[in-house]
């Protein structure tokens, strides 16, 4: 086991060469420098405990234990003193010496015990230091290994949540292509959402949860019997009633897949009106979520311009009259502007061909 280093420092010769003998004896290493600032130029933390004589040339024992104290090595500092200047060695303890020594040294069992316990508190202080860097080493590792895994558990919940998504619209799509007045309606509702509110400016969460709820809009008509939307003719009371139920099925189905909590407020809400005169809850004006309105667009022109056995499909140009006439009491108006100027875009026509749109200027109501 190596020996602990003991730095003294005094500028008597005989005093210095005195205990270097007696902490030899004790099995200590010692290295000796005559003034503060020899202190300072082998000082280094292989040192177990410093002794300091006060009255020193150069740079005295004071200024050498402030000069100590900055650079934190934490080394116990002994002073020398003789008996006559105790209020020296009061002041050094106030300055943060570990203790003082009397000189001449009378005691050799009390001087022993004071270097011993100066050794060990420079033992614990080691200890303690290196127990608090490999805490924070431990840390830091448990820190990022927590983060790689919340990392990797991030995406597997985001990849779980997309497959059961995808589950969902491919049940949703089964059962449109079913039917060849529904096949493809939730692909192009989803396409004219994702167009609309790319160009309102919505993007990041909000573009990703209409384009999820366009998705899924009309999943509760899996669980409903829907067969009467295929009847040539009106719907009798009671059927009208079975497929007004689906905006709330569909918000039951999606309950449980929490992290679709808004999407499936906006299915429940997908055919509200602006004017409180819609279904299921009868909402209007600013109780829509923007969301919401973006959707309720998109799936009415669909539905306008899709074939039904019940109705003959509009032409875009008559689902643009239908819009603008609706505009204020079913539709937000600042959408159906945005949605008519992408349909232009995407199957342009002239302004004369396509004339004034009629539900503008002749005031005519919304059906």
């Known amino acids: 086991m190596a020996k602990s280093k003991i730095l003294i420092a005094d500028d008597d010769p005989l005093v210095r060469d005195a205990v270097q003998k007696i902490l030899e004896i004790f099995g200590y290493q010692v290295v000796p420098v005559v003034n503060g600032q020899e202190v300072m130029a082998v000082v280094d933390e292989t040192f177990s405990t410093i002794i300091l004589d006060i009255n020193m040339p150069i740079m005295d024992g ?19 003193t003789g008996a006559s200047s105790m209020d020296y060695a009061i002041k050094a303890v106030n300055l943060g010496a570990y203790d003082f020594l009397t000189k001449p040294i ?21 200890k303690s230091k290196a127990y608090n860097e490999n805490l924070k080493f431990e840390v830091k590792s448990k820190t990022r290994e927590l983060k790689e895994k919340n990392i990797l558990l991030d995406n597997y919940n985001r990849q779980l949540e997309e497959n059961t998504l995808n589950t969902i619209s491919t049940l949703q799509v089964a059962l449109e292509e079913k039917d060849q007045y529904t096949a493809g309606h939730t692909r192009r509702v989803t396409q004219y959402g994702r167009l609309i509110g790319q160009a309102l400016n919505i993007s990041g969460s909000d573009l990703h949860t ?7 809009h009309d999943i509760g008509k899996l669980v409903i019997d829907v067969s009467c939307i295929q009847k040539p003719g009106p719907l009798t ?29 906006i299915v429940r809400h997908h055919h509200e009106r602006l004017d409180g005169k819609g279904y299921p809850d009868g909402l209007r ?34 689902a643009v009259v239908e819009l603008y006439a609706c505009a204020g009491s079913q539709f937000d108006p600042e959408i159906v502007d945005v949605f008519v100027k992408i349909l232009k875009e995407q199957d342009p026509v002239t302004e004369s061909s396509m004339g004034v749109f009629p539900g503008m200027e002749n005031g005519r109501k919304c059906g």
């Open 62 to 80: 004071f200024a050498t234990l402030e000069a100590l104290n900055r650079t934190r090595l934490d080394i116990p500092v002994l002073f020398f």
């Open 106 to 126: 009378s005691d050799l069992d009390l001087f022993a015990v004071k270097i011993k316990r100066a050794v060990e508190k420079r033992m614990f202080v080691l």
């Open 210 to 216: 209409l384009t999820w709820a366009s998705q899924v």
């Open 237 to 265: 009371t009671a059927e009208w009633e079975l497929v007004t139920k689906h905006p709330t099925i569909g918000q039951t189905i999606l309950k449980p897949l929490t992290f679709l909590k808004r999407e499936g407020l």
């Open 285 to 318: 004006g600013d109780e829509l979520d923007p969301l919401t309105r973006i959707l309720i667009v998109a799936d009415s022109y669909d539905a306008m311009t899709s074939m039904r056995s019940y109705k003959r499909n509009k032409s875009m140009e008559e």
